[in-house]
């Protein structure tokens, strides 16, 4: 016994300000291989590449080694301050209007 075939299910959809439809063809089996698709990529097809592209995207960043990155926290204040004193230094050199 076939089961009666279904008419085309129509999807209404608003997004913002735009409206639209979707047919849904459900005279097609979803797992008939000989099914056309609609041009669209399977959902797990999109997942896979999204992840793909993520994983390009989505490097380690280049590290200095710890040694380096311990002198640097220990420099950079005294470096601040001695550029700091420097300014001062050259400003009062300036000879007043």
């Not at 001695?82 to 300036?94: D, E, G, R």
């Amino acid at each position: 016994m076939k089961p009666e075939p279904q008419p085309q299910r129509e999807l209404t959809y608003r997004v913002g300000w735009k409206r639209g439809k979707i047919i849904q063809h459900t005279d097609r089996s979803p797992h008939d291989e000989n099914a056309q698709s609609n041009g669209q990529p399977e959902p797990d097809d999109e997942r896979a590449h999204a992840a793909d592209r993520l994983s390009r995207i989505w490097l380690p960043a280049p590290m200095l080694p710890e040694s380096y990155l311990r002198k640097a926290v220990w420099a950079l204040p005294l470096l601040t301050f001695a550029i700091s004193l420097w300014l001062v230094y050259a400003l009062m050199m300036q000879p007043l209007p």
